[in-house]
């Protein structure tokens, strides 16, 4: 695990040690927790970026539908 140091505003700080004890266990696991989230949201708009470019078949979607035709997809 790698070292960053970070300048917050007073009232970031403020925010950041009110949210501690409520859900996270330092000020470290709550930054970390809200950049992986950060990180997940930008994974997740270059998904919908892709799917937008490139659609779902209506056979694709179609497959959703009907959880019998899940059988037939091979486990990998």
Do not use: F, N
């Amino acid at each position: 695990m790698g070292t960053v140091r970070l300048q917050l505003s007073a009232e970031q700080l403020k925010a950041l040690d009110e949210l501690i004890p409520k859900v996270h266990g330092s000020r470290s696991q709550l930054v970390r927790r809200a950049l992986d989230l950060y990180l997940y949201r930008l994974e997740c708009e270059r998904d919908a970026r892709i799917y937008e470019a490139m659609p779902l078949t209506d056979e694709e979607l179609a497959l959703a539908d009907d959880p019998e035709r899940w059988s037939a997809i091979p486990k990998w």
